[in-house]
């Protein structure tokens, strides 16, 4: 089994920035992708970043630029750098990990952006 537990979200003004974290603990295998994803009230849930075990990295076209998602290998940690945030970023972020054909998720951490 594969537990993840986000970290970091919090209130902050735009423009500003915040950094998520990820830890993922249990059965975690070398190969795998973690991301993190958000979801705005009344929304779908959405894609932010992903990066693999070997650090290749995509990123929605809404954040690139502002957002860098990076992860530590030896901790099994994600982390996701939110630079330049604007109001419409507020959301709860949800770490992902999917490995070996199985998808994980976090409980999710709300970062809110005030204009």
């Known amino acids: 089994q594969v537990q993840l537990v986000e970290s970091g979200g919090g209130l902050v003004q735009a423009g500003g920035s915040l950094r998520l974290s990820c830890a993922a603990s249990?059965?975690?295998?070398?190969?795998?992708?973690m991301g993190w994803y958000r979801q705005a009230p009344g929304k779908q849930r959405e894609l932010v970043a992903v990066?693999?075990?070997?650090?290749?990295?995509n990123y929605a076209e809404s954040v690139k630029g502002r957002f860098t998602i990076f992860r530590d290998n030896a901790k099994n940690t994600a982390y996701l750098q939110m630079n330049s945030l604007k109001p419409e970023a507020t959301a709860v972020y949800y770490c992902?990990?999917?490995?070996?054909?199985?998808?994980?998720w976090g409980q999710g951490t709300q970062v809110t952006v005030s204009s």
């Open positions: 992902h990990l999917v490995q070996r054909g199985q998808h994980y």
């Open positions: 249990g059965s975690i295998s070398s190969i795998n992708v």
């Open positions: 990066i693999t075990s070997r650090g290749n990295t």
